[in-house]
């Protein structure tokens, strides 16, 4: 026999289901599943209301746990163990070049986008090597862009900014305008630029390039392994040497150089 309370009960879940009736025109599937729940109701109508009033919050409670849990799904964690991009350190985003082909001595991990994976920020600073501890450039005979012979002697008591680049190496492109720059600056004072090509392609590749730009400095050509020979393992480009005025390495910049350092060295090397 119900107890007091348990007439309220079905009062309280008679009044809710009624609430639920279908409209007239509903189709016969939802006036089957209301009949089957007041026939539940009848069944449990005997529990404490605190008991059904638990169960909701336990529905509610288990609802929004999944509904987290989809969101989380959806939308990650959050946690750079995710998946999701990240920066990279990738290099200039260079397009492709003129050239067409990269020289076969310049592998995919040295170039990437025409500089090395350990150089694809600007290049710090190296300090000028104490006069005392630097060491002679080496002797070179290259054919010059303009005719001739460019020669280590050709700089004797200037300054010299030698700089190896490739048409197809964006970095070097960065660059030459600074040393153009460069060259007009402190021409005066004793400080000439000598780009050295290391195209294998050859001048005519070369030449096409510098008719399109607007470099002005003396260009060198390094295009085969032997010309290249005299300056040792140049295995990253851009790489650039500064050359005091007695015709010794002064500072070694390899990759983008540092705009602001090499100016700074270029300026004291002027003034020893």
């Known amino acids: 026999m119900a107890t007091h309370d348990d007439s309220d009960l079905e009062r309280w879940v008679d009044s809710r289901l009624a609430a ?9 599937q939802t006036e089957r599943a209301l009949a089957r729940l007041r026939a539940r109701a009848a069944i449990a109508g005997h529990r404490p209301v605190h008991l059904w009033l638990m169960a909701a919050g336990a529905a509610a409670l288990l609802a929004a746990v999944l509904l987290s849990g989809e969101r989380l799904l959806r939308h990650g964690s959050g946690d750079p163990s995710d998946g999701a991009p990240r920066d990279s350190v990738a290099g200039t985003g260079a397009s492709p070049l003129p050239s067409g082909e990269q020289p076969s001595r310049w592998t995919d991990p040295e170039v990437g986008s025409g500089i090395a994976l350990s150089a694809r920020r600007p290049a710090t ?3 000028l090597i104490p006069a ?12 010059a862009m303009e005719g001739g012979s460019a020669t280590l002697a050709d700089y004797a008591g200037r300054v010299l900014l030698l700089n ?3 048409t197809w190496c964006q970095p070097c492109r960065i660059e030459m305008p600074w040393f153009a720059e460069f060259q007009q600056a402190f021409a005066a004072r004793g400080f000439a630029v000598l780009g ?10 070369v030449r096409r390039f510098l008719d399109q730009s607007q470099v002005d400095y003396r260009i060198a050509l390094a295009d085969s392994a032997e010309r290249l ?6 295995t990253v ?4 040497w500064l050359i005091d005025r007695r015709g010794r390495i002064a500072a070694t910049h390899v990759g983008l150089v540092d705009r602001t350092a090499l100016e700074a060295d270029i300026r004291q090397l002027l003034v020893e």
């Open 125 to 127: 600073a190296p300090r």
């Open 132 to 143: 005392t501890q630097r060491v002679e450039a080496p002797d070179f005979t290259l054919p």
């Open 229 to 234: 020979a005299p300056f040792g393992p140049v």
């Open 164 to 166: 190896f680049w490739a």
């Open 20 to 28: 639920l009736d279908p409209l007239p025109k509903s189709e016969p």
């Open 237 to 240: 480009l851009p790489t650039t």
């Open 196 to 205: 050295v090509s290391v195209d294998e392609a050859g001048r005519e590749v």
